[in-house]
């Protein structure tokens, strides 16, 4: 029933609250009405019948006083005239009946026993008695008693009235109300119309028309709004989708792998290319591990570029092995980016992965030339290293001072040669994992004064302090070692055109030696110091333009270095010079 | 309850007069009945009437010498009451006159009163005393038959053993007395 209610439309609400009210002001009304009649028409009778009463006791005294009953008797039957008048008597003054109305009304029908004075209601009737008195001198005393008929049947005849009163009020409050209530439901119900469109036809184009400016006018122009804002967003949907449609079809189509994954290493998504270049199909893949493909000895690769990420590291042509399908393995070089949502949290990993299987073999057929070159420049380099040696010790004996000086300067520019025809034989051993340190324990301080008198004796324009690290002793591959610094002392002399001073710093702490080699040259940019360590990286740069070089030194001291378990660092800032530094454990001092 | 409570009892025979009587008496406070002075029933009825006179019969303020002159019931000739009138008037008042008995053994005695009771007997006595207090505000009563006819006021008499009183209107218009409709309905008017 309630819910019935509920459930009605909000024209028969609305009806349904006038008509409440109006039947219940108008039943109040009546009630109120009726019950101020009842009491009102109680007090009337009341009055009419105390009238009576007096009149028919003063008239009565006569004949109470002089004992003449038949009188009273007559003077009582003038009562016919009012037909509610049931019952009348009149005592004399000991209580003893003296006339009774009607006449043959049973005396078991009156009071055996007079009461007090005046009118009152008892049941269905009223009940009076009036005292009879002549001049002051109480004669006997008249009963009378009268129905209340009149009384109720003009409550009934105004219950009937008010009873019409309602229900013609009522016909003409559901007429009214039903004009009435349009005004407030008519908007409601057109707006519903527009709601419906829109919601059955997908149309959100379509606007409700505001009418008024009340509450129902700004739930249109919130309505309105909603649609707008609807519009505007299918419209960004769909150009999103458009957006990633395309995406999803330039990553289906890179020549690179494209694989996603969870943060816990679940992929999630697989491209053609992946398919094509592992063997495994997107079915086979997602929501597998991606160690799947991590060949057994790499699999701790994967948490190491996983903490890189987190820490917010790019891991960008990270060169690795990945295994395939049929169990072999292919080179591949990956660039792996968080994936971030909205609020900025990690939710997984893209990874692409570029076949670099061709540029490997390039690689070795490069490195292979590089080392047969190498070995074959080096062969008829070192004959002729001795025999300029022997040469100029001939001239000097002969103190021959032209082809002292040109021997020296010959004996110099071999040895430049032998330097980077060694770099070259090291950068090819390193390519092909060849590379082993042939350690030994020196001291360090000679060792570093060696190197620096012979960079010295070089450069002419800049000055080369070293300072003093004298009893520390080393375990290292000192030949390589002592390239490092060549290199790292013929970088600052390149790379500080003006001259000026170089400082080759010692220091100890705890159980290590950082050693680091310091310019007041150009320094280096940041962007540039990130590649610094590169393979054939070379600055671009205008202020150094002029400055030769292959750019493998100093990827060949990153690898040395390394091979120390170590780690080259730089600092610079551009204009303002260069510091390189590593650390070397100390064997003791 | 009222001191005096006066109603006229039937005056009944035999066994049932004595019902009547007995009943008559208890009206009264046994108090003020006197018994060596009780007359007759028919007697304390008619004093009980010469009584109720007063409450529905009106004398001009002239019948009074002031307005707290007393107000006199007399007797004129032989008293059938004995003192029970004075019982039945005692301290009782019309208006602000007090009532009194007052008794005249001749004509010549009778003097300012407002009822005079004459009791039947010598009928030129009678119509003696009607002449004598004619035009002075007298209401005139008596038991004798045709007292009205005589010109006298009010007179007793008896229809089915009940105490009855006729009135002659010309009478009580020529004393200057004006009697009560409600008294005059239920009286016999010649």
Redesign the interface.
Known sequence: MVKNIIDTPIQHKLMRVILVTCSVVLVLMCGAYLVFEYFSFKNTIKNNVATLGVIIA??S????????PG?ATEILNALKADKHIVAAALY???GKLFAKYPADISTDLLPKKLLANGYRFEGQYLVGYQPVV??S????TLFIKSDLEVMYSQISHLLSIGLLLTLSSLVIAYLLSNILQKTISQPILDLEKVANIVSKGHDYSIRALKTSDDEIGSLTDAFNQMLTQIEQQNLAILNTEEASSKLAAIVESSDDAIISKTPGGIITSWNKSAERMLGYSAEEMIGQSILKIIPPDRQDEEPQIIKRLLSGERVENFDTLRLKKDNTLLNVSLTISPIKDAKGNIIGFSKIARDITEKKQEEMRKNDFIAIVSHELKTPLTSIKSYIQVLLEIAKKDEAVFSINALTRADIQIKKMTTLIQDFLNLARLEDGKMLLNKESFELHPFIEEIVNEVQFLATNHTIHFTDCKGVIITADKEKIGQVLTNLLSNAIKYSPKGGNITIDCKTLDNKVRIAVIDEGVGINKGDQKKLFDRFYRVKNEKVKTVSGFGIGLYLVSEIVRYHNSKIEVESTEDNGSTFYFDLDIKSR | ??K???????ILTGSRLFVGMFAFA??FNIQQIRAQNKPALEYQ?KAA?LY?FT??VSWPSSAFNSSTAPFVIGIVGRDPFGSYLEDVIDQEKVDEHPIVVQRYRDVKDINNCQILYIPAGDDDKIKEVISAVAHQNVLTVSDADKFVNWGGVISFFKEDN????QINIAAAKAAGVEI?S??L???KIR
């Open positions: 003063s008239n005294s006569a004949a109470l006083a002089f004992d003449t009188d004399d003054n000991n002549q001049q001198v109480t004669m006997g | 309850m009222a005096r409570i006066f109603k006229a009892g039937n208890m009206l009825v009437f109720n409450r529905f009940k105490l009855r009183v009560s409600k008294l309905k239920i009286s």
